[in-house]
Protein backbone atom coordinates (compact mmCIF):
# COMPACT_ATOMS: atom_id res chain seq x y z
CA UNK A 1 0.00 0.00 0.00
CA UNK A 2 1.22 3.35 -0.94
CA UNK A 3 2.40 5.51 1.95
CA UNK A 4 0.34 8.94 2.79
CA UNK A 5 1.67 11.42 4.44
CA UNK A 6 -0.97 14.05 4.47
CA UNK A 7 -4.61 13.49 6.20
CA UNK A 8 -7.97 15.14 5.42
CA UNK A 9 -7.36 18.16 7.99
CA UNK A 10 -10.14 19.88 10.53
CA UNK A 11 -13.08 18.03 8.60
CA UNK A 12 -15.30 19.79 10.99
CA UNK A 13 -14.32 23.08 9.32
CA UNK A 14 -15.96 21.65 5.52
CA UNK A 15 -18.96 20.82 7.31
CA UNK A 16 -20.97 24.29 8.91
CA UNK A 17 -23.40 24.16 11.08
CA UNK A 18 -25.17 27.05 12.30
CA UNK A 19 -25.25 28.51 15.92
CA UNK A 20 -27.49 26.74 18.15
CA UNK A 21 -29.42 28.02 21.49
CA UNK A 22 -27.47 27.35 24.61
CA UNK A 23 -28.54 25.07 27.35
CA UNK A 24 -27.88 25.38 30.88
CA UNK A 25 -27.43 22.06 32.35
CA UNK A 26 -23.95 19.79 32.15
CA UNK A 27 -24.34 16.28 30.57
CA UNK A 28 -24.20 13.23 31.79
CA UNK A 29 -24.30 10.17 29.61
CA UNK A 30 -22.74 6.54 29.92
CA UNK A 31 -19.51 7.89 29.15
CA UNK A 32 -19.89 10.56 32.35
CA UNK A 33 -18.25 9.66 35.68
CA UNK A 34 -20.38 7.65 38.23
CA UNK A 35 -21.96 9.75 40.95
CA UNK A 36 -19.54 10.70 43.58
CA UNK A 37 -16.45 10.19 41.24
CA UNK A 38 -13.44 12.36 42.13
CA UNK A 39 -12.26 15.21 39.93
CA UNK A 40 -12.63 18.46 39.14
CA UNK A 41 -15.42 19.69 36.94
CA UNK A 42 -15.13 22.15 34.05
CA UNK A 43 -16.15 26.35 33.74
CA UNK A 44 -19.31 26.87 35.38
CA UNK A 45 -22.01 26.63 32.12
CA UNK A 46 -22.51 30.33 31.25
CA UNK A 47 -19.21 31.78 32.26
CA UNK A 48 -17.56 33.78 30.19
CA UNK A 49 -13.95 32.98 29.05
CA UNK A 50 -11.32 35.04 31.44
CA UNK A 51 -7.89 34.20 30.07
CA UNK A 52 -4.14 35.31 30.02
CA UNK A 53 -3.12 37.69 27.11
CA UNK A 54 -1.72 36.51 23.59
CA UNK A 55 1.96 37.20 23.68
CA UNK A 56 2.08 35.29 20.39
CA UNK A 57 3.22 36.77 16.98
CA UNK A 58 0.92 38.75 14.10
CA UNK A 59 -1.03 35.70 12.30
CA UNK A 60 -1.79 36.28 9.03
CA UNK A 61 -5.39 36.43 8.10
CA UNK A 62 -6.69 37.37 11.44
CA UNK A 63 -7.48 40.08 13.91
CA UNK A 64 -4.81 41.23 15.68
CA UNK A 65 -5.94 40.45 18.87
CA UNK A 66 -8.07 37.64 20.03
CA UNK A 67 -11.91 37.33 21.28
CA UNK A 68 -11.16 35.72 23.80
CA UNK A 69 -8.55 33.37 25.33
CA UNK A 70 -8.53 30.60 28.21
CA UNK A 71 -6.20 28.45 29.86
CA UNK A 72 -5.73 25.02 29.47
CA UNK A 73 -6.97 22.98 32.80
CA UNK A 74 -5.78 19.60 31.78
CA UNK A 75 -2.91 18.06 34.44
CA UNK A 76 -0.47 18.36 32.07
CA UNK A 77 0.22 20.24 28.93
CA UNK A 78 -0.01 17.97 26.60
CA UNK A 79 -3.99 16.74 27.54
CA UNK A 80 -5.95 19.36 26.20
CA UNK A 81 -8.09 18.80 22.95
CA UNK A 82 -9.62 21.60 21.31
CA UNK A 83 -11.61 21.29 18.19
CA UNK A 84 -14.07 23.03 16.42
CA UNK A 85 -17.96 22.23 15.93
CA UNK A 86 -19.46 23.77 12.78
CA UNK A 87 -19.82 27.63 12.26
CA UNK A 88 -20.29 28.49 16.21
CA UNK A 89 -18.67 26.38 19.09
CA UNK A 90 -15.08 25.78 19.96
CA UNK A 91 -14.67 22.32 22.27
CA UNK A 92 -11.76 22.32 24.89
CA UNK A 93 -11.39 18.83 26.70
CA UNK A 94 -9.10 19.24 30.22
CA UNK A 95 -8.06 15.88 31.93
CA UNK A 96 -8.72 16.49 35.23
CA UNK A 97 -8.56 13.08 36.63
CA UNK A 98 -6.64 9.66 36.68
CA UNK A 99 -6.97 6.94 34.64
CA UNK A 100 -10.42 4.82 35.79
CA UNK A 101 -9.01 1.30 34.54
CA UNK A 102 -5.47 0.18 33.31
CA UNK A 103 -7.20 -1.43 30.07
CA UNK A 104 -7.25 0.88 26.89
CA UNK A 105 -10.51 1.80 25.48
CA UNK A 106 -11.86 0.82 21.64
CA UNK A 107 -9.71 2.90 19.43
CA UNK A 108 -7.62 4.19 22.17
CA UNK A 109 -4.20 3.92 24.12
CA UNK A 110 -4.15 3.37 27.80
CA UNK A 111 -2.95 6.98 28.46
CA UNK A 112 -6.16 8.31 27.53
CA UNK A 113 -8.33 6.26 29.30
CA UNK A 114 -9.25 9.40 31.90
CA UNK A 115 -11.92 11.75 33.15
CA UNK A 116 -12.35 14.53 31.24
CA UNK A 117 -14.40 17.66 30.80
CA UNK A 118 -15.54 19.07 27.77
CA UNK A 119 -16.65 22.55 27.54
CA UNK A 120 -18.51 23.68 24.51
CA UNK A 121 -17.50 27.67 24.43
CA UNK A 122 -19.36 29.87 22.33
CA UNK A 123 -16.37 30.74 19.65
CA UNK A 124 -17.58 34.76 19.44
CA UNK A 125 -17.65 35.28 23.06
CA UNK A 126 -16.22 32.55 24.93
CA UNK A 127 -18.55 31.58 27.03
CA UNK A 128 -19.85 28.09 27.97
CA UNK A 129 -22.61 26.82 26.58
CA UNK A 130 -22.25 23.55 28.01
CA UNK A 131 -19.75 21.10 30.06
CA UNK A 132 -19.80 17.15 29.61
CA UNK A 133 -18.29 15.06 31.89
CA UNK A 134 -16.98 12.12 30.69
CA UNK A 135 -14.42 9.22 30.69
CA UNK A 136 -12.39 8.13 27.98
CA UNK A 137 -10.58 9.67 24.88
CA UNK A 138 -12.32 12.65 23.54
CA UNK A 139 -12.16 13.93 19.77
CA UNK A 140 -13.85 16.13 17.06
CA UNK A 141 -15.05 14.41 14.33
CA UNK A 142 -18.33 13.73 12.59
CA UNK A 143 -21.57 11.35 13.59
CA UNK A 144 -23.39 10.57 10.23
CA UNK A 145 -22.52 13.95 8.50
CA UNK A 146 -22.64 16.06 11.29
CA UNK A 147 -19.95 17.65 13.78
CA UNK A 148 -19.58 15.93 16.87
CA UNK A 149 -18.16 15.47 20.14
CA UNK A 150 -17.10 11.53 19.78
CA UNK A 151 -15.65 9.83 23.60
CA UNK A 152 -14.22 6.53 23.50
CA UNK A 153 -14.32 5.03 27.18
CA UNK A 154 -15.53 3.04 30.04
CA UNK A 155 -17.77 3.84 33.04
CA UNK A 156 -15.19 3.40 35.86
CA UNK A 157 -15.38 -0.08 37.71
CA UNK A 158 -17.52 -0.15 41.15
CA UNK A 159 -16.73 -2.62 44.12
CA UNK A 160 -19.92 -4.68 42.96
CA UNK A 161 -17.84 -5.31 39.00
CA UNK A 162 -16.11 -8.14 38.36
CA UNK A 163 -12.48 -7.77 38.44
CA UNK A 164 -11.70 -10.33 35.81
CA UNK A 165 -14.73 -9.26 33.44
CA UNK A 166 -14.24 -7.26 30.65
CA UNK A 167 -16.19 -4.03 30.64
CA UNK A 168 -17.56 -3.19 27.28
CA UNK A 169 -15.90 0.12 25.71
CA UNK A 170 -18.58 3.19 25.48
CA UNK A 171 -18.75 5.35 22.25
CA UNK A 172 -20.96 8.28 22.78
CA UNK A 173 -21.88 11.11 20.40
CA UNK A 174 -22.69 14.67 21.10
CA UNK A 175 -23.86 17.75 19.10
CA UNK A 176 -22.29 21.49 19.63
CA UNK A 177 -25.17 21.84 22.27
CA UNK A 178 -24.39 18.96 23.96
CA UNK A 179 -27.44 17.01 23.00
CA UNK A 180 -26.56 13.12 22.62
CA UNK A 181 -26.61 11.50 19.02
CA UNK A 182 -26.25 8.84 19.38
CA UNK A 183 -23.59 5.69 21.01
CA UNK A 184 -23.07 2.30 22.32
CA UNK A 185 -21.70 -0.24 23.81
CA UNK A 186 -18.79 -2.75 21.79
CA UNK A 187 -16.23 -5.34 22.32
CA UNK A 188 -13.80 -4.65 19.33
CA UNK A 189 -10.28 -4.38 19.31
CA UNK A 190 -8.74 -1.13 17.74
CA UNK A 191 -6.71 -3.33 16.18
CA UNK A 192 -9.63 -5.35 14.01
CA UNK A 193 -12.10 -1.90 13.61
CA UNK A 194 -12.37 1.49 12.92
CA UNK A 195 -15.14 3.99 14.33
CA UNK A 196 -16.00 6.30 11.53
CA UNK A 197 -18.58 9.15 11.23
CA UNK A 198 -21.36 6.30 13.65
CA UNK A 199 -19.97 3.40 11.48
CA UNK A 200 -17.75 0.31 12.61
CA UNK A 201 -15.71 -0.64 9.80
CA UNK A 202 -14.01 -3.92 10.68
CA UNK A 203 -12.45 -6.05 7.54
CA UNK A 204 -12.82 -9.56 7.41
CA UNK A 205 -11.62 -13.04 6.12
CA UNK A 206 -8.23 -14.84 5.45
CA UNK A 207 -7.49 -12.32 2.57
CA UNK A 208 -9.54 -9.68 4.55
CA UNK A 209 -11.61 -9.78 0.90
CA UNK A 210 -14.77 -8.61 2.98
CA UNK A 211 -15.90 -5.70 5.18
CA UNK A 212 -18.34 -5.69 7.80
CA UNK A 213 -20.06 -2.38 8.00
CA UNK A 214 -22.63 -1.54 11.00
CA UNK A 215 -24.07 1.70 13.04
CA UNK A 216 -22.63 1.88 16.48
CA UNK A 217 -24.63 0.15 19.14
CA UNK A 218 -26.21 -2.07 16.69
CA UNK A 219 -26.20 -5.67 17.90
CA UNK A 220 -27.11 -6.89 14.18
CA UNK A 221 -24.38 -8.31 11.58
CA UNK A 222 -24.94 -5.00 9.74
CA UNK A 223 -23.83 -4.93 6.02
CA UNK A 224 -21.00 -7.04 4.38
CA UNK A 225 -18.55 -5.65 1.80
CA UNK A 226 -17.36 -8.10 -0.76
CA UNK A 227 -14.68 -8.35 -2.84
CA UNK A 228 -14.85 -11.34 -5.13
CA UNK A 229 -11.96 -13.76 -6.10
CA UNK A 230 -11.52 -12.08 -9.60
CA UNK A 231 -11.96 -8.86 -7.98
CA UNK A 232 -8.44 -9.31 -6.51
CA UNK A 233 -9.16 -6.15 -3.78
CA UNK A 234 -9.06 -6.41 -0.26
CA UNK A 235 -9.35 -4.19 2.91
CA UNK A 236 -7.02 -3.10 5.21
CA UNK A 237 -6.55 -0.53 8.20
CA UNK A 238 -3.96 2.15 7.90
CA UNK A 239 -3.12 5.43 9.65
CA UNK A 240 -6.38 5.43 11.66
CA UNK A 241 -9.03 4.43 8.32
CA UNK A 242 -10.21 1.86 6.38
CA UNK A 243 -8.49 1.30 2.72
CA UNK A 244 -9.91 -0.55 -0.46
CA UNK A 245 -6.54 -2.13 -2.23
CA UNK A 246 -7.18 -3.25 -6.13
CA UNK A 247 -4.17 -4.88 -7.89
CA UNK A 248 -1.55 -3.16 -9.92
CA UNK A 249 -1.77 -0.44 -6.98
CA UNK A 250 -5.13 1.24 -7.03
CA UNK A 251 -5.82 2.32 -3.65
CA UNK A 252 -8.94 4.17 -2.21
CA UNK A 253 -10.79 5.24 1.14
CA UNK A 254 -13.21 2.70 1.78
CA UNK A 255 -15.25 5.40 3.36
CA UNK A 256 -16.44 9.12 2.67
CA UNK A 257 -19.38 11.27 2.88
CA UNK A 258 -21.56 8.40 3.68
CA UNK A 259 -20.60 6.10 1.17
CA UNK A 260 -18.81 2.54 0.80
CA UNK A 261 -16.45 2.13 -2.03
CA UNK A 262 -14.86 -1.49 -3.34
CA UNK A 263 -13.36 -2.36 -6.51
CA UNK A 264 -14.50 -4.76 -8.95
CA UNK A 265 -12.19 -5.89 -12.42
CA UNK A 266 -12.43 -3.78 -14.98
CA UNK A 267 -12.94 -5.58 -18.97
CA UNK A 268 -10.06 -8.06 -19.76
CA UNK A 269 -9.51 -10.43 -16.98
CA UNK A 270 -6.22 -10.78 -18.48
CA UNK A 271 -5.42 -6.81 -17.79
CA UNK A 272 -3.72 -6.51 -14.31
CA UNK A 273 -4.36 -2.90 -13.40
CA UNK A 274 -7.76 -2.01 -14.78
CA UNK A 275 -10.25 -1.53 -11.66
CA UNK A 276 -14.24 0.09 -11.48
CA UNK A 277 -14.74 1.57 -9.18
CA UNK A 278 -17.97 0.63 -6.93
CA UNK A 279 -20.14 2.93 -4.45
CA UNK A 280 -22.31 1.28 -1.96
CA UNK A 281 -25.19 2.32 0.56
CA UNK A 282 -23.94 1.68 3.54
CA UNK A 283 -26.84 0.84 5.55
CA UNK A 284 -28.50 -1.44 2.56
CA UNK A 285 -25.47 -2.31 0.67
CA UNK A 286 -27.40 -1.48 -2.26
CA UNK A 287 -25.09 -0.57 -5.61
CA UNK A 288 -25.12 3.66 -5.72
CA UNK A 289 -23.03 4.03 -8.91
CA UNK A 290 -20.07 2.85 -11.09
CA UNK A 291 -17.21 4.53 -11.78
CA UNK A 292 -17.20 2.88 -15.68
CA UNK A 293 -20.48 5.33 -15.66
CA UNK A 294 -19.36 8.40 -14.50
CA UNK A 295 -18.14 11.01 -16.40
CA UNK A 296 -14.43 11.55 -16.29
CA UNK A 297 -12.65 15.34 -15.59
CA UNK A 298 -10.61 16.63 -18.88
CA UNK A 299 -7.24 14.98 -18.99
CA UNK A 300 -8.31 11.44 -17.09
CA UNK A 301 -7.86 8.20 -19.32
CA UNK A 302 -10.76 6.97 -21.30
CA UNK A 303 -12.83 4.49 -19.74
CA UNK A 304 -11.74 2.19 -22.31
CA UNK A 305 -8.27 1.28 -21.46
CA UNK A 306 -8.39 -0.73 -18.64
CA UNK A 307 -4.55 -0.78 -17.99
CA UNK A 308 -4.76 2.34 -16.04
CA UNK A 309 -4.95 2.39 -12.57
CA UNK A 310 -8.61 2.30 -10.68
CA UNK A 311 -10.27 5.74 -9.72
CA UNK A 312 -9.17 6.83 -6.56
CA UNK A 313 -11.52 8.51 -3.66
CA UNK A 314 -9.53 10.82 -1.71
CA UNK A 315 -11.58 11.82 0.45
CA UNK A 316 -14.93 14.35 0.93
CA UNK A 317 -14.94 18.15 0.19
CA UNK A 318 -18.22 20.25 1.42
CA UNK A 319 -20.70 16.84 0.84
CA UNK A 320 -18.57 15.81 -2.59
CA UNK A 321 -16.03 13.27 -2.70
CA UNK A 322 -13.34 13.97 -4.38
CA UNK A 323 -11.85 11.45 -6.98
CA UNK A 324 -8.31 11.14 -8.49
CA UNK A 325 -7.88 9.45 -11.75
CA UNK A 326 -4.90 8.26 -14.29
CA UNK A 327 -4.07 11.67 -16.33
CA UNK A 328 -4.14 10.45 -20.06
CA UNK A 329 -0.35 10.19 -21.77
CA UNK A 330 0.95 10.09 -18.41
CA UNK A 331 2.87 7.15 -16.88
CA UNK A 332 1.64 8.30 -13.25
CA UNK A 333 -0.51 11.70 -13.08
CA UNK A 334 -3.42 12.04 -11.57
CA UNK A 335 -6.35 14.05 -12.62
CA UNK A 336 -9.15 15.20 -10.31
CA UNK A 337 -12.88 15.55 -10.03
CA UNK A 338 -15.60 16.08 -7.11
CA UNK A 339 -18.53 13.95 -7.44
CA UNK A 340 -22.23 13.71 -5.57
CA UNK A 341 -21.64 10.57 -3.42
CA UNK A 342 -25.55 9.18 -3.74
CA UNK A 343 -25.70 9.45 -7.83
CA UNK A 344 -22.42 10.18 -9.21
CA UNK A 345 -22.56 13.31 -10.82
CA UNK A 346 -20.11 15.57 -11.47
CA UNK A 347 -19.84 18.54 -9.06
CA UNK A 348 -16.37 19.99 -10.34
CA UNK A 349 -13.42 19.86 -11.94
CA UNK A 350 -9.82 19.70 -10.60
CA UNK A 351 -5.99 20.29 -11.55
CA UNK A 352 -3.32 17.16 -12.89
CA UNK A 353 -1.13 16.61 -10.32
CA UNK A 354 1.88 14.34 -10.03
CA UNK A 355 2.07 10.72 -8.50
CA UNK A 356 0.48 9.92 -5.30
CA UNK A 357 -2.34 12.86 -5.41
CA UNK A 358 -3.65 13.02 -1.63
CA UNK A 359 -6.63 15.49 -0.81
CA UNK A 360 -5.34 17.58 2.33
CA UNK A 361 -7.12 20.99 2.99
CA UNK A 362 -9.76 23.46 2.15
CA UNK A 363 -10.63 26.53 2.98
CA UNK A 364 -13.88 26.76 5.31
CA UNK A 365 -16.47 27.47 2.43
CA UNK A 366 -14.61 25.27 -0.02
CA UNK A 367 -14.03 27.51 -2.73
CA UNK A 368 -9.51 26.44 -2.55
CA UNK A 369 -8.70 22.75 -2.17
CA UNK A 370 -5.10 22.22 -1.81
CA UNK A 371 -3.89 18.71 -3.17
CA UNK A 372 -0.56 17.31 -1.52
CA UNK A 373 1.86 14.22 -3.20
CA UNK A 374 2.80 11.14 -1.23
CA UNK A 375 6.21 10.61 -3.33
CA UNK A 376 9.24 11.33 -1.97
CA UNK A 377 9.17 14.72 -0.86
CA UNK A 378 5.31 16.76 -0.32
CA UNK A 379 4.19 18.72 -3.24
CA UNK A 380 0.85 20.83 -3.02
CA UNK A 381 -1.28 21.68 -5.96
CA UNK A 382 -4.08 24.29 -5.08
CA UNK A 383 -6.85 24.50 -6.91
CA UNK A 384 -10.29 26.55 -7.42
CA UNK A 385 -12.70 23.95 -6.92
CA UNK A 386 -15.90 25.75 -8.65
CA UNK A 387 -13.95 26.29 -12.30
CA UNK A 388 -11.14 23.77 -11.31
CA UNK A 389 -8.45 26.37 -11.93
CA UNK A 390 -5.03 25.26 -10.94
CA UNK A 391 -4.05 28.41 -8.89
CA UNK A 392 0.00 27.19 -8.40
CA UNK A 393 1.91 23.97 -8.49
CA UNK A 394 5.10 23.20 -6.77
CA UNK A 395 7.80 21.79 -8.13
CA UNK A 396 10.74 19.43 -7.62
CA UNK A 397 12.80 22.42 -7.11
CA UNK A 398 10.25 23.97 -4.64
CA UNK A 399 10.51 23.44 -0.94
CA UNK A 400 7.95 20.68 0.32
CA UNK A 401 4.76 21.26 1.90
CA UNK A 402 2.65 19.74 4.09
CA UNK A 403 -0.75 22.20 4.18
CA UNK A 404 -2.38 22.01 7.59
CA UNK A 405 -5.15 24.56 7.28
CA UNK A 406 -6.63 27.68 5.40
CA UNK A 407 -8.23 30.38 7.50
CA UNK A 408 -8.64 34.09 5.90
CA UNK A 409 -6.92 33.40 2.85
CA UNK A 410 -3.97 32.23 4.14
CA UNK A 411 -2.40 28.63 3.76
CA UNK A 412 -0.68 27.43 7.12
CA UNK A 413 1.63 24.55 6.16
CA UNK A 414 4.50 22.88 7.54
CA UNK A 415 7.91 22.88 5.79
CA UNK A 416 10.12 21.77 8.37
CA UNK A 417 8.64 24.79 10.64
CA UNK A 418 5.25 26.70 10.12
CA UNK A 419 4.32 29.02 7.20
CA UNK A 420 1.92 31.01 6.19
CA UNK A 421 1.27 31.38 1.92
CA UNK A 422 -1.37 33.08 0.14
CA UNK A 423 -3.51 30.28 -0.73
CA UNK A 424 -4.47 31.70 -4.01
CA UNK A 425 -1.04 32.83 -5.29
CA UNK A 426 1.23 30.38 -3.51
CA UNK A 427 3.60 33.50 -2.40
CA UNK A 428 5.00 33.26 1.02
CA UNK A 429 3.30 35.78 3.56
CA UNK A 430 5.36 34.87 6.95
CA UNK A 431 7.44 32.25 8.25
CA UNK A 432 10.15 31.64 10.85
CA UNK A 433 11.75 33.81 12.71
CA UNK A 434 8.86 35.89 12.21
CA UNK A 435 6.07 33.34 13.30
CA UNK A 436 7.87 32.04 16.29
CA UNK A 437 5.61 28.95 16.24
CA UNK A 438 7.18 25.90 16.85
CA UNK A 439 4.02 23.61 17.68
CA UNK A 440 2.16 22.44 14.81
CA UNK A 441 -1.09 22.80 17.31
CA UNK A 442 0.05 26.67 17.12
CA UNK A 443 -1.01 27.28 13.69
CA UNK A 444 -4.34 28.54 12.96
CA UNK A 445 -7.50 26.35 12.86
CA UNK A 446 -10.90 27.39 11.46
CA UNK A 447 -14.33 27.82 13.00
CA UNK A 448 -16.66 27.87 10.35
CA UNK A 449 -15.77 31.25 8.06
CA UNK A 450 -15.22 33.82 10.39
CA UNK A 451 -13.06 32.57 14.01
CA UNK A 452 -10.10 30.87 13.93
CA UNK A 453 -8.40 29.47 17.07
CA UNK A 454 -4.58 28.74 18.36
CA UNK A 455 -2.89 27.43 21.25
CA UNK A 456 -0.02 29.41 22.31
CA UNK A 457 1.94 28.10 25.54
CA UNK A 458 -0.72 27.05 27.94
CA UNK A 459 -3.32 29.40 26.23
CA UNK A 460 -6.69 28.90 23.68
CA UNK A 461 -6.96 32.07 21.93
CA UNK A 462 -9.54 32.28 19.64
CA UNK A 463 -9.61 35.34 16.92
CA UNK A 464 -11.65 36.59 14.45
CA UNK A 465 -10.88 35.93 10.93
CA UNK A 466 -10.29 39.51 8.64
CA UNK A 467 -12.50 40.30 5.84
Known amino acids: MRRHLVRIAAVTALLTLSACSSSGDSSAGPGTPEPGASGRTGAADGAAADGPAYEGPDLPGLAAKPLWSVERKSTTDTSTTVFALGEGTVAIANVVGPEPSATPAYGTSSDSLRQQTVELRDVATGTVRKTLNVYGEVSGETWLGKPAVIVRGQQPRTKADDPTAEKP ?7 E ?3 RLGGGEERLSMHDSILQDGWILAPEGGSKEALSVRRVGDTGAGQRMNCSVTDACSYAIAR ?9 GAESKAMAAGTMFKYERAGDTSQ ?23 VRPAGAEPAGNTSADGPEVLGSLAGKIVISWAAAGSEDGRVVGLYDPVTGKPAGTGPTSPAGALFAV ?20 AWETASGQTLWQQTRGDDPLVPVSIVGGILWANSGNPVAL ?37 AVHVFAVQP
Do not use: C, F, M, Q
Open 422 to 458: DARTGNVVAKEPELALTAEESVPTPVGTRHAYTIVDR
Open 272 to 294: TNGRTLVALDPATGARRWASDTL
Open 362 to 381: ADPEGKIAVLATDRDKSRST
Open 169 to 175: WLIEAYD
Open 240 to 248: GEVYVVGGG
Open 177 to 179: RGE
